[in-house]
C-alpha cells in the first residue's frame, strides 16, 4: 500500500494537465514582455532583467518552501514576519548590544527555524487550520519585531549582515544565485526524494498517507519548519538589499508568496503543485511589478493590480478543482 501512495504522489508530480498549465503561463509570461517591451524602451535592457529577478528574489526565496507547505498542508502566513523579525534581531544583537555580525546571522535563522517548527507542532498536534495558527503567529512574532527594535529602523551597512544581498558573484548579485538555488534543490526534493513523494501523498489524502505508514505529522512539522528557514533567508536577504531593519517590513510577502504558488497551479487543496511553476508566477509577478514601474503606474494601481492577480490565481485554482 505504501507504494501505491507513493506512485500516487509521484502521479500527481508528473500530471500530463500540468502541460497545458505550464504552457499557459509561459505564453502569459511571454506576452507581457511583448507588451512592456513595446510600451517601454528600458524594458529590455540587460540590466533591467537583473532589476527584475532582484526585484523577486526574496518573494521567490520564500515561495519554494510555500510551495511545499501548501503542497502537504497549507499555506503559512507567517513569513513576512519572520522576515522582519530576521533583520530586528541583527540591528539588536549586533548594532545595539555589539555582537558579531555572524551572531546575528545564527540567532536570525535559529528563529524562524524555531518559529516554523511551532507552527507545525501546534497544527499537527491540536489539527488545527495552518491558517489560523500561523496568522496568530504572525501578528505574535509582528509585534515581537516592534519590541526588539523598540519601533524605530535601524541602517545596516555591517558586510556579513548585507552580503547576500548586496554581494556579486560574476556580475551577478548573490540574491539571484540564492533564489535560483532554492528553486533547483526544492524542485529535486519534491521530483526525486522520497521525501517529496510522501509530501504529495500526505496533502492528497492524509488518512490514506498515514495507514500507508506514512508519518503525516512528522511531514507537516517538518514542512513548517523548512517554510520558517527560508524566510529567515530571505530576511537576512532583504537586510543587504536594503540596508535597513524596519519592524514593519514584508507585510505583504505572505499574500506575494501564495499568488506566486497559486499562479504556478498549485492547489489550495493541496497534494498538487510544482515547484517549478511556482518559478514561472513569480517571474510573472516580477515582469509587471517591473513595467508598471517602468511607465510611472502609481503605486496603489500596482497594488489593486497584485490583488486582482490573486484573485485571478484563487478562481483558476476553485475551477481545477471542480473539474
Given at each position: 500500500?505504501?507504494?501505491?501512495?507513493?506512485?500516487?504522489?509521484?502521479?500527481?508530480?508528473?500530471?500530463?494537465?500540468?502541460?497545458i498549465?505550464?504552457?499557459?503561463?509561459?505564453?502569459?509570461?511571454?506576452a507581457?514582455?511583448?507588451?512592456?517591451?513595446?510600451?517601454?524602451?528600458?524594458?529590455?535592457?540587460?540590466?533591467?532583467?537583473?532589476?527584475?529577478?532582484?526585484?523577486?528574489?526574496?518573494?521567490?526565496?520564500?515561495?519554494?518552501?510555500?510551495?511545499?507547505?501548501?503542497?502537504?498542508?497549507?499555506?503559512?502566513?507567517?513569513?513576512?514576519?519572520?522576515?522582519?523579525?530576521?533583520?530586528?534581531i541583527?540591528?539588536?544583537?549586533v548594532?545595539?548590544?555589539g555582537?558579531?555580525?555572524?551572531?546575528?546571522?545564527?540567532?536570525?535563522?535559529v528563529?524562524?527555524?524555531?518559529?516554523?517548527?511551532?507552527?507545525g507542532?501546534?497544527?499537527?498536534?491540536?489539527?488545527?487550520?495552518?491558517?489560523?495558527v500561523?496568522?496568530?503567529?504572525?501578528?505574535?512574532?509582528?509585534g515581537?519585531?516592534?519590541?526588539?527594535?523598540?519601533?524605530?529602523?535601524?541602517?545596516?551597512?555591517?558586510?556579513?549582515?548585507?552580503?547576500?544581498?548586496?554581494?556579486?558573484?560574476?556580475?551577478?548579485?548573490?540574491?539571484?544565485?540564492?533564489?535560483?538555488?532554492?528553486?533547483?534543490?526544492?524542485?529535486?526534493?519534491s521530483?526525486?526524494?522520497?521525501?517529496?513523494?510522501n509530501i504529495?501523498?500526505?496533502?492528497?489524502?492524509?488518512?490514506?498517507?498515514?495507514?500507508?505508514?506514512?508519518?503525516?505529522?512528522?511531514?507537516?512539522?517538518?514542512?513548517?519548519?523548512?517554510?520558517?528557514?527560508?524566510?529567515?533567508?530571505?530576511?537576512?536577504v532583504?537586510?543587504?538589499?536594503?540596508?535597513?531593519?524596519?519592524?514593519?517590513?514584508?507585510?505583504?510577502?505572505?499574500?506575494?508568496?501564495?499568488?506566486?504558488?497559486?499562479?504556478?497551479?498549485?492547489?489550495?487543496?493541496g497534494?498538487?503543485?510544482?515547484?517549478?511553476?511556482?518559478?514561472?508566477?513569480?517571474?510573472?509577478?516580477?515582469?509587471?511589478?517591473?513595467?508598471?514601474?517602468?511607465?510611472?503606474?502609481?503605486?496603489?494601481?500596482q497594488?489593486?493590480?497584485?490583488?486582482?492577480?490573486?484573485?485571478?490565481?484563487?478562481?483558476?485554482?476553485?475551477?481545477?478543482n471542480?473539474g
Open positions: 500500500m505504501l507504494h501505491s501512495i507513493q506512485a500516487w504522489g509521484k502521479s500527481h508530480i508528473r500530471d500530463p494537465k500540468g502541460l498549465g505550464s504552457l499557459s503561463l509561459f505564453l502569459f509570461l511571454v507581457l514582455f511583448i507588451f512592456f517591451s513595446i510600451v517601454s524602451p528600458h524594458f529590455l535592457r540587460p540590466r533591467n532583467f537583473i532589476n527584475i529577478l532582484t526585484s523577486v528574489s526574496v518573494i521567490g526565496i520564500i515561495a519554494t518552501a510555500m510551495t511545499l507547505t501548501i503542497i502537504g498542508r497549507g499555506p503559512d502566513l507567517t513569513v513576512g514576519a519572520i522576515v522582519a523579525m530576521a533583520g530586528s541583527q540591528a539588536n544583537l548594532l545595539i548590544n555582537f558579531p555580525w555572524y551572531i546575528g546571522i545564527i540567532a536570525s535563522i528563529i524562524g527555524v524555531t518559529v516554523g517548527f511551532l507552527n507542532y501546534i497544527i499537527v498536534k491540536f489539527n488545527l487550520s495552518p491558517f489560523i500561523t496568522l496568530g503567529m504572525m501578528n505574535l512574532i509582528r515581537l519585531c516592534f519590541v526588539v527594535t523598540d519601533g524605530m529602523a535601524y541602517f545596516i551597512s555591517v558586510p556579513g549582515l548585507v552580503y547576500l544581498g548586496r554581494a556579486r558573484w560574476a556580475g551577478i548579485p548573490v540574491s539571484i544565485i540564492v533564489l535560483l538555488a532554492s528553486f533547483l534543490i526544492f524542485d529535486f526534493i521530483k526525486n526524494t522520497v521525501f517529496g513523494r504529495y501523498a500526505s496533502g492528497g489524502n492524509r488518512t490514506a498517507a498515514r495507514l500507508a505508514g506514512i508519518n503525516v505529522d512528522r511531514i507537516g512539522i517538518s514542512l513548517f519548519t523548512i517554510s520558517g528557514f527560508m524566510a529567515a533567508i530571505a530576511g537576512i532583504v537586510v543587504g538589499i536594503g540596508g535597513a531593519a524596519l519592524p514593519n517590513i514584508g507585510e505583504a510577502y505572505p499574500l506575494d508568496a501564495v499568488t506566486a504558488v497559486l499562479l504556478g497551479g498549485t492547489t489550495l487543496a497534494g498538487s503543485g510544482s515547484v517549478r511553476k511556482t518559478l514561472l508566477g513569480i517571474l510573472i509577478i516580477g515582469v509587471m511589478n517591473n513595467g508598471m514601474a517602468l511607465l510611472n503606474v502609481q503605486t496603489f494601481w497594488i489593486s493590480a497584485k490583488g486582482a492577480l490573486l484573485l485571478a490565481a484563487v478562481i483558476i485554482d476553485g475551477l481545477r471542480k
